[in-house]
């Protein structure tokens, strides 16, 4: 299974997280997960503590803002390998 609430969570065809949905819906693509990045009271009860990185490919920014569009969420080779 690949990290099937990160990757495809949605609400009505969009992110269910607001800055996800901002930064995905702008062309960014999830690059990297960083463990215990925010273990503040409110981090830990909205993420875990998770923060994710975001990566703006300029070559690729129009294809992942389309495929967002259409439900698909661009993630890194090594956030799809992840194991949840």
């Given amino acids: 299974m690949r990290s099937p609430k990160l990757t495809s969570a949605q609400v009505v065809g969009k992110s269910a997280d607001p800055v996800t949905r901002f ?14 990045g925010d273990p503040s ?10 923060m994710v990185n975001y990566v703006y490919d300029l070559q690729r920014l129009d294809k992942y803002r ?6 698909k969420i661009a993630a890194s080779s090594a956030v799809l390998a992840l194991k949840f």
């Avoid at 009271?41 to 998770?50: H, T």
């Avoid at 389309?66 to 439900?71: K, Q, S």
């Fill in 23 to 36: 930064q995905l819906g702008n062309g960014a693509r999830i690059e990297r997960l960083n463990w215990g």
């Fill in 41 to 50: 009271a409110k981090g830990v009860k909205q993420s875990f503590a998770m």
């Fill in 66 to 71: 389309i495929g967002f569009g259409r439900g």
